[in-house]
């Protein structure tokens, strides 16, 4: 992703904090390691600045800064030669970092009191960008610092404006749309190799290791979520990550898994029938499940709503007589997050979605889910998962029994 790409994506939230929130200074977070594995930074950093590897650092958007490339201020944890022995070398502030994160200001964390007590005394406004927490949360780091400063410096207001960068992040650039393009290139590869391998007497977990091997292959540095490999009964549980029981002659397996790529997600689930071939009654689901499907990709459309996507599907699956056996909504949005951000509009040209209904059976031990990415563009819904094989005639033949 170019670094020109984030520095517009900055410049137009300090518009919009200028002309929307008369001037109010934003302080976002990239949040600290706290033992995940790999670290990642809070999707609203990543989205502005396309860091990752530095857990601690904010941003501070100032709009009434006279000067303009002091209008984002990127602050860094100090370095520590000792930790870093440790943990990995860091860059010191120079201009090889500014031109490789595209900021003209990077300062250590202690400016950041005195930068921040300076925009607030301009500004006396301050505007929190994440969705409020519920009273039994913990405070957030930056109102946590936003009460302390309107403390010290009276007439200061808060305010928030939650749904300006799920409204940013809802409509993808082309480059990032090229990014879940090729994660789900990566998807494909190895959905394309389970299919090859599966039979009966695999375990599930082996079928999962196909697809980690193919990922790493295709240069996925991790998994977009945690994969969903059901056999049998276990296709009918909706978060089974047991991933470790036996493939079994006559069932179904269902794989939900994506690959992640440059931080975006691909999410795709298919589901296989372990012998190669469907029987008639899984069948017969199937096309239901396919044609629910369908109906839903073609709801997506500029001017809809998710809960448009939702009700073509539910319709198919409705009138066929399986309401009851498809408890899940239909789809989410797919970006730096695989539940990515979802402002209160309806959906724009540039949004990327998941569709992705169900019906799940488990008496006939039948659990059937299949889930695609679809673009939505001027010109309709655009599949980007479309070649990972999805048809009874295309799942049978990828499996060549
Ligand atoms: N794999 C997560 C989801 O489908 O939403
Ligand atoms: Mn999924
Ligand atoms: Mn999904």
Sequence with gaps: MPAAEYASRRERVLAELKSKQKGAVALLFAGDAR??????????????????????????????????????????????????????LREGIGSSLRTRYGIAT???HRYLGRTLSTATVRAKRLCCLHPPAHFDQPLSPDLDLFRKLAERIPGTEI????????????????????????????????FLA???????????????????????????????????????????????????EPLESGDLVLIDSGAEFGGY???????????????????EIYEIVLKALDAGIKACRPGKRLSDVDAAARKVVTAAGYGDCFPHGTGHH???EVHDATPDEPLRVGAVLTVEPGIYLPDERIGIRIEDDIEVTAKGPRNLTRDVPRTVAEIERAMGR
Excluded at 166 to 190: C, D, L, Q, Y
Aim: aromatic share 6%; charged share 25%.
């Design 35 to 88: 033992g995940e594995d790999p670290y990642r930074p809070h999707p609203h950093f990543e989205y502005l600045t396309g860091i990752d590897d530095e857990p601690g650092a904010m941003l501070l958007l100032d709009p009434n800064e006279p000067v303009a490339s002091r209008r984002a201020v990127l602050f860094l944890r100090p370095l520590d030669p000792e930790v870093e022995r440790w943990d990995g």
């Design 106 to 108: 990077i300062m250590r």
């Design 159 to 190: 305010v928030a404006d939650a749904d300006l960068l799920p409204r940013m992040r809802a409509a993808k650039s082309p480059a990032e749309v090229a990014m879940i393009r090729h994660a789900a290139s990566i998807t494909r590869a190895g």
């Design 194 to 244: 389970a299919m090859r391998s599966i039979r009966a007497g695999l375990d599930e977990y082996q079928v999962e290791s196909t697809l980690d091997g193919a990922y790493r292959a295709g240069n996925s540095r991790r998994h977009a979520f945690r994969p969903i490999v059901g056999a049998g009964i276990n296709a009918t549980v909706l978060h089974y990550h047991g991933n470790c």
């Design 265 to 283: 997600a691909s999410d795709v689930t298919r589901t296989l029938p372990i012998d190669g071939r469907f029987t008639k009654r899984q069948r």
């Design 334 to 336: 797919l970006g730096l």
